[in-house]
């Protein structure tokens, strides 16, 4: 989806009437908007969120549920687990990736145990029990999970602790902690207007936002905020035109989103001379089964390892598409993916945990998974004689894949295509796709209450923004949890700032 709306902002001396007045405008009802609402309406201003759908949660509510939480918390400790905030912060610098803001990590890991506090206050429920073994989402309802900490190169940089902490739910968590977050922040007074669409900002002489413009079902609003406009709208996945701009890598992919992440939010405040930050940015969430990965080899067309296949399997999926194809697309038949595993590691993961995924290919030796799969000849069996070396010695010397899930593989091997997806073939019909599911990570550049800055590092009067409108955390890299967790962290550092912002 493309959105081409024109979002040249308004002066105020063009509006004559405004249609509705509040103290702070939200723009957008996920996660970080629900946070920013609550501490805005808890230091007692006036609050209007306003969202395009029918109804709170977006992207959030889609999630996981997920947060990235740590430096010794309650569930932390009930599993056995220590943890600091330094230990945490030095994770997330490298985890992030190159560019992370390390000033956002700092804040965030030291009032991390606190954050916890506040989203158990709000009515989000952890329980004191762990999922120890690697997924995308846990099948059972443990409240803490492990997000690669305990994979190299991290174990190198910081005591590992697990800090995956995932509201109790039987399956995703995030429609459940949207439901506590909007509770909070109507039952705080924060008032809402749904199907209302913000397409312009309106600012004073002074170049201060006063408000914005909307449209809602076919006429204008015009929204006035004597305190400040938060923009909670998402990044920008479903605009297609801002990808091939900003991250044409991330063209023709399964886009992670509501359908409303379109980039509106960015686009208004870069018409108001806003900074932006690593647009190029994006997680890749690809189809592979973290269990079966860890218990075998992930492998590239050439018949390569290239990755510690036991890590946090975005950075798998990262690493597929931005490092280890050359910039290839996804897409070309040059940038295959295949996980290669035995009988024994297949069977070692329960067949609900498998997500209907099955071998594409299977073989009595390396030599004929080759030829089915389309690998240069010798190239499988190289690697696959490499890899089993490593595993008897018990030292993977070129990836270092923890000894934990480190066996020799032995016939019959297994291929499993990644571009053939996660569902069976019944509900699939043909699968072949890309095998990856994206969202983009770059935003508007922020300082740590949320203000939107312009290209001279200093704030735009009377607007603020957090979630994935903003940069947030984020360098170039991504780790589950880091989005809800920099969402509703800092959405509610901008819902404070701008109810202060008299």
């Not at 998402?234 to 023709?252: K, T």
Request: glycine letters at 14%; charged letters at 20%; proline letters at 5%.
């Amino acid at each position: 989806m493309t959105v081409r709306n024109s979002v040249t902002p308004r002066a105020a001396g063009e509006v004559s009437h405004f249609d509705i007045e509040t103290d702070v405008l939200i723009v957008g009802y996920g996660a970080a908007g629900a946070s920013a609402a609550y501490e805005a309406a808890h230091a007692g201003a006036r609050v209007l969120i306003v969202d395009r759908s029918g109804g709170p949660g977006g992207a959030s509510a889609m999630s996981g549920g997920e947060i990235y939480l740590g430096g010794g918390t309650p569930i932390q400790q009930a599993c056995g687990y220590d943890d600091t905030p330094e230990a945490m912060a030095a994770f997330l610098s490298a985890a992030l990736g190159s560019g992370a803001d390390v000033a956002k990590i700092e804040e965030y890991s030291a009032g991390s145990v606190d954050h916890f506090h506040w989203l158990v206050d709000r009515g989000v429920p952890f329980k004191p029990s762990m999922w120890d073994a690697p997924t995308w989402v846990p099948p059972t309802d443990d409240g803490l999970m492990w997000l690669g900490e305990n994979s190299w190169p991290f174990v190198e940089l910081a005591k590992p602790a697990p800090r995956g902490h995932r509201p109790t739910a039987n399956d995703f968590g995030g429609k459940l902690l949207m439901e506590c977050l909007t509770e909070a922040a109507e039952s705080a007074g924060a008032e809402t207007l749904f199907d209302t669409y913000v397409t312009t900002l309106v600012v004073g002489d002074d170049n201060t936002v006063v408000g914005a413009v909307a449209r809602q079902y076919g006429r204008e609003l015009t929204i006035r905020a004597r305190r400040g406009v938060i923009l909670t709208t998402g990044g920008f996945v479903d605009n297609d035109a801002m990808l091939e701009a900003y991250a044409p890598e991330l063209l023709g992919h399964t886009k992670v989103s509501a359908g409303t992440d379109d980039g509106s939010g960015i686009r208004m405040a870069q018409a108001l001379g806003a900074a932006v930050r690593h647009m190029s940015a994006g997680q890749v969430g690809i189809s592979l089964i973290p269990g079966l990965a860890a218990r075998g080899m992930v492998v590239n067309a050439l018949g390569h390892r290239f990755i510690n296949e036991d890590t946090y399997p975005g950075r798998i999926g990262q690493s597929a598409l931005y490092r280890n194809n050359m910039g290839g697309s996804w897409a070309g038949d040059d940038t295959a993916v295949w996980v290669i595993v035995d009988e024994e590691g297949f069977e070692e993961v329960p067949e609900p945990q498998r997500w209907g995924v099955r071998p594409t290919h299977v073989a009595e030796t390396a030599a004929e998974l080759e030829e089915l799969t389309g690998l240069p000849a010798g190239s499988l069996t190289a690697t696959l004689t490499r890899y089993n070396e490593f595993a008897t010695a018990g030292a993977d010397l070129d990836h270092h894949k923890a000894p934990r899930w480190l066996r020799p593989l032995t016939a019959p091997f297994a291929a499993i295509d990644v571009k053939a997806g996660v569902r069976p073939p019944s509900e699939a019909g043909d699968r072949r796709g890309t095998g990856a599911s994206v969202f983009t990570l770059g935003g508007l550049h922020t300082d740590l209450d949320g203000h939107v800055l312009d290209h001279d590092g200093g704030p735009i009067p009377g607007l603020f923004a957090a979630g994935r409108a903003a940069n947030g955390l984020h360098g170039f890299g991504y780790i589950s949890g880091t989005s809800l967790g920099d969402g509703t962290f800092f959405g509610r550092r901008a819902g404070t700032a701008a109810a202060r912002n008299a």
